[in-house]
């Protein structure tokens, strides 16, 4: 509805249909349609899901950061807005597909979403990852650009990012070129997924109260003091293992390496005593 007019295309006996741009919905970035078309039970396909058994590269054509000043918010119209919109859609579905695809994986490209929820490497959605995704893009921005080897003025960027300017097809494929050079590394694409290869074996894993049939034999923890305080009251910490809770009389544990846990009040009397 913004670049393109509707195509008319026959669909069955005496039936046509029209195809409109989707470019402002979630389909502007296939990537997750692109997983349930591999994936869902209506589609034919049903290909299995899994990080060896399913891997999408995700390739960007370029993202430019929309900044506003806070003068430039003052004055702004309704009519303003509304031309904005198309831009503002493509962006939101840009980030929710990746911040999607980033939940269900362990992507080693994986970027910040927000200061907040950051690039998701500690956050799994289910017990396995559902699949291997790695994203690539250019940023068009000054600093991205200028490792590159561009100088180019913040104008000359925000005309780069003009989708409908054809006069910069050459330069965006010199800088699509060089950009991946930079980014894309050997190590981010498994060998699980090259013609010929053996079926990688999936991962070990162990479960808390399942019994397993290993060699255990018993050991000591080493003499060596960490540091530990009893928090009376409900609290928070956010660890290697992400954000944990602990309850009013748990202890609040500096390891080693100056990390922190939390240690059950219950499990502390029953492994650690008093040091010198």
């Known amino acids: 509805p913004t670049f393109f007019l509707p195509a008319y295309v026959d669909v069955g006996p005496n039936e046509k249909a029209a195809f409109i ?18 994936t869902l039970k209506g ?11 399913l891997s999408i590269v995700s390739l960007g054509t370029g993202k430019l950061q929309l900044k506003f000043s806070l003068d430039e918010i003052k004055k702004s119209s309704v009519i303003s807005w509304a031309t904005n919109l198309p831009e503002f859609f493509m962006a939101d579905s840009n980030k929710m597909n990746q911040l999607i695809l980033q939940y269900l994986s362990d992507s080693p490209t994986a970027s910040v979403m927000d200061s907040e929820i950051g690039d998701l490497r500690k956050d799994i959605l289910g017990d396995s990852y559902v699949l291997h995704y790695v994203r690539y893009n250019v940023l068009l921005e000054k600093e991205f650009l200028a490792d590159l080897g561009y100088n180019f003025t913040r104008r000359e960027i925000k005309r780069l990012a003009e989708i409908d300017r054809v006069s910069n ?52 923890k080493k003499p060596v003091a960490i540091e530990a305080c009893k928090i009376n009251e409900p609290f928070e910490v956010v660890s ?6 602990g309850k009013k009389g748990d202890y609040l544990m500096k390891g080693v390496e100056g990390e922190y846990y939390i240690c059950d009040a219950k499990i502390f009397k029953k492994t650690y005593t008093q040091a010198k």
């Open 21 to 38: 741009d989707g470019a402002i919905s979630m389909a502007n970035n296939p990537s997750f349609q692109l997983f349930l078309l591999a």
């Open 43 to 53: 589609y034919p396909f049903n290909w299995p899901t899994g990080e060896n058994n």
């Open 169 to 220: 097809l050459t330069k965006l494929d010199e800088i699509g070129q060089k950009a991946a050079e930079k980014l894309i590394q050997a190590r981010h694409l498994p060998t699980t997924f090259d013609p010929g290869e053996a079926p990688k074996r999936k991962k070990k894993r162990f479960v808390t109260g399942e019994s397993v049939d290993l060699p255990f034999s018993a050991v000591k």
């Open 240 to 245: 290697l293992e992400g954000l944990v809770k």
